[in-house]
């Protein structure tokens, strides 16, 4: 069983759907006892990151990702959700993260090497760039388009931690990995085949959605 972490700023809607497109149980939680035993947990997240982490603190969410993060249960994050895995953010403020991954969140400076300006949100398909092929929550997956949208992404001297990347004028993480944490800056659930193949790997291949990790 998969825990969709619902405290208010996640799209809920899309990621519930692609999850019953791959038939994988899930069930909604506003609050950490609601979905206390499910084996993994997705985090969802649209929206500022300073106004998600007092959410995540008003609905008793943030002690509890910790906790199930040091126990090594699957979380994998979502745009936003990915953001806030991260040490701390500069978005309207500087503002702490949950700090279970190491690197900063930024914005796109807007203006590239050469002094041209660029369009920022980052908004639309980017090819991944794969830079761990063996791992295995990019089974199946290739260099293949994913849809993004987001005016900030995660800066960060782990190269380890990079599963592939994203040119839109400067290197950004598209999916990241470490131990049992896993996030997208992109929405796997608009993202086609390759965005259905990550949420399947990662619930399938990860968490058995019957219960029991692989």
């Known amino acids: 069983m998969i825990g969709i972490i619902d405290y208010g700023m996640g799209n809920l809607f899309s990621v519930s759907k692609a999850l019953e497109r791959l038939?994988?149980?899930y069930q909604f939680g506003e609050h950490p006892e609601?979905?206390?035993h499910c084996d993994g947990y997705i985090l969802p997240g649209v929206g500022a990151f300073p106004d998600a982490i007092k959410a995540l603190e008003a609905?008793?969410?943030i002690p509890f990702i910790k906790e199930k993060a040091k126990a090594g249960v699957p979380i994998y994050g979502i745009c936003l959700g990915m953001q806030l895995l991260f040490e701390e953010s500069e978005e309207n403020g500087e503002t702490k993260g949950l700090?279970?991954?190491?690197?900063?969140?930024v914005k796109f400076p807007g203006i590239d090497e050469e002094g041209h300006k660029y369009k920022v949100p980052h908004m639309g398909?980017?090819?991944?760039n794969i830079r761990q092929p063996g791992h295995p929550l990019l089974t199946g997956i290739g260099e293949e388009y994913v849809y993004f949208v987001?005016?900030?992404y995660v800066f960060t001297k782990d190269t380890s931690i990079l599963l592939s990347t994203a040119d839109y004028h400067v290197e950004v993480p598209g999916?990241?990995?470490k131990d049992s944490l896993f996030a997208s800056q992109f929405h796997p659930e608009k993202s086609s085949h390759a965005g259905m193949k990550l949420l399947e790997n990662f619930c399938k291949r990860i968490v058995q959605p019957q219960g029991g990790r692989v």
């Open 23 to 25: 038939q994988v149980p």
């Open 34 to 36: 609601e979905i206390e």
């Open 59 to 61: 609905h008793g969410f």
């Open 99 to 105: 700090g279970l991954l190491p690197g900063r969140i």
């Open 125 to 128: 398909w980017n090819r991944l």
């Open 150 to 152: 987001h005016s900030y």
């Open 175 to 177: 999916i990241v990995g």
